[in-house]
């Protein structure tokens, strides 16, 4: 296998491949190619090979399905297509229907001109950046990827049970001696994957459904208006419906958003704190580490620190967070924007998960989810995008990083903190500004802008 080099990755990032449908990287062609390299860098032997394909509600959809499945029946792999399935769900049934890997089409929150490409192997673990190089490298030599003979092409099938495998292995993770015994529910979808497996899971559960949004997807409406991306719209729709709870999700249901009943958004430092801290009085913790990035709130820091814990931090990812989980053998892990990782049932972010543990741990203390919110106070938090074209070499001029020096310092003389990241889906930068003195973050803030701008 070749060795690619890390400055050669144009096509992957953060989280997969992600692009606009029909531009490049996201275009038929290229999506066949990554097919015939992921199927190239997978294969073992001469035994049969599959892969489980999965995809979300977007349009274009219809156009990178087959290209990928004619990508992999030319490698010789069987492909197993489940239609619309959140991310966790195909990382579930890559690992019980013994695949060589699981392909996820989404975008994930972004709008439905967008889509993507997510890889997990056979463990249903996503890939490390050293096995989407390889790939990557293969997608530029042609002469590796070595096509099945006629005789020995694959074949591909549709499941229709996909859904009902998911819903179970989601309801088998809620606490036995428990149910939702009539908890009155808002649920937002999204118009995405969650919608056909989401309502029946809360229902079946014993939840009261009070008042349902964004589970009528037509291919171009997903995230729009709805979803962790417009928490005002769950705010108001859990409010005016009096429900006990409402409950958000994105496009491939991996990243939850949780309000009160008076409307109150939970901060996502503060599900991964109260669901950390039910883990430890029920004795289910391992080890005493929580895993979350470098955006985590130093608030969050300094609860766990009172319970004995400790935060470790990764780079911004939920795939990160996994790989410091599996690393440390703990079993509770997050990001702030929502994505919550329980490694004893789920190998990814999984929102559907995180749901039941938030909804258990109400039922349990009979308290509503505005109590989240109690356990410490958020550090003040300032962030701000700034699109650039060429927005990771702008990072990498001598200038911009004494620039971004010198701005860190000066924060941190105040026990704050400034983070500079390019986004790893799209052309921009990231600037997030932490600490005590808000007007010193927004000084900092413009300060940071400007110079990204001047370069």
Known sequence: ??????????????????????????????????????????RKGKRRHRVVIGKDTRLSGYMLEP???????????????????????????????????GVV?????????????????ADGFKLDDHSEQ????????????????????????????????????????????????????????????????????LWEL??????????????????????????SRIAEV???????????VDGDADRLLVVSSQGMIIDGNHL????????????????????????????LERYLNGKNLQLLRTNVGD?????????????????????????????????????LQVCAIVVRSGKSVDTFAKLFDLVPQRTLDVRLQNHKKVLEQDSIKRTIEQLQQRLSLQQGRLLVRPSGTESVVRIMAEGENESLLIETLEATRCALMAA
């Open 1 to 42: 296998m070749t060795q690619a080099d890390a400055k050669s990755r144009r096509y992957f990032g953060t989280d997969g491949m992600r692009g606009t449908a029909n531009s490049s990287p996201i275009t038929p062609g290229l999506v066949l190619c990554l097919a015939e390299s992921a199927a190239t860098f997978f």
């Open 67 to 101: 290209a990928l499945t004619a990508g992999f029946v030319s490698m010789g792999f069987d492909v197993t297509l489940v239609g619309p399935m959140p991310t966790p769900a195909v990382a579930m049934l890559t690992r019980s229907m013994r695949a060589d890997l």
């Open 105 to 121: 089409i989404s975008a994930s929150h972004n709008p439905y001109c967008d889509n993507g490409i997510k890889l997990f192997g």
């Open 134 to 201: 390889e790939i990557e490298s293969l997608m530029h030599q042609e002469s590796l990827r070595k096509r099945a003979k006629p005789e020995r092409l694959g074949r591909a099938k549709r499941i229709e049970d996909a859904p009902g495998r998911y819903i179970e292995f989601v309801k088998n993770s809620f606490p036995r001696a428990l149910n939702l015994g009539g908890l009155k529910i808002a649920l937002d979808c999204a118009n995405g994957a969650a919608y056909r497996v989401m309502p029946p899971i």
């Open 206 to 231: 014993g939840a009261n459904i009070v008042r349902q949004i964004g589970t009528s997807p037509d291919g171009t409406n997903i995230n729009k208006d709805r979803g962790v991306t417009s928490p």
């Open 238 to 248: 859990t409010k005016s419906s009096n429900a006990d709870i409402g409950i958000a």
């Open 272 to 299: 991964l704190a109260a669901i950390t801290e039910q883990l430890q009085v029920s004795n289910e913790m391992r080890g005493d580490k929580v895993v979350s990035t470098i955006l985590a709130n130093l608030g």
């Open 319 to 355: 795939r990160y967070v996994v790989e410091r989980m599996r690393r440390e053998n703990c079993n509770i892990g997050g990001e702030p924007s929502g994505h919550i990782v329980l490694g004893d049932y789920s190998t990814t972010g999984d929102a559907l998960l995180a749901a």
